[in-house]
């Protein structure tokens, strides 16, 4: 990711041009819960409504 270069490592058949925002919104959620510190890292709350918000994008219709 910090090479900008998310696209290359994700299998051609999970990537699309309709899903490669929330792709990309995804690898930067996980790499922050990967923080080191602790403060840094969002909440399971947060997680949860991010990934909620990014499956409701997914199923909407004009998604």
Request: aromatic share 2%.
């Amino acid at each position: 990711m910090e090479e900008g270069r998310l696209m290359d490592i994700i299998g051609h058949h999970i990537q699309t041009d309709e899903n490669a925002g929330v792709l990309e919104e995804v690898a930067d959620l996980a790499s922050r819960c990967l923080e080191m510190i602790g403060n840094n890292r969002p909440s399971m709350r947060d997680v949860a409504d991010k990934l909620g918000r990014l499956r409701k994008v997914m199923q909407h219709p004009w998604a």
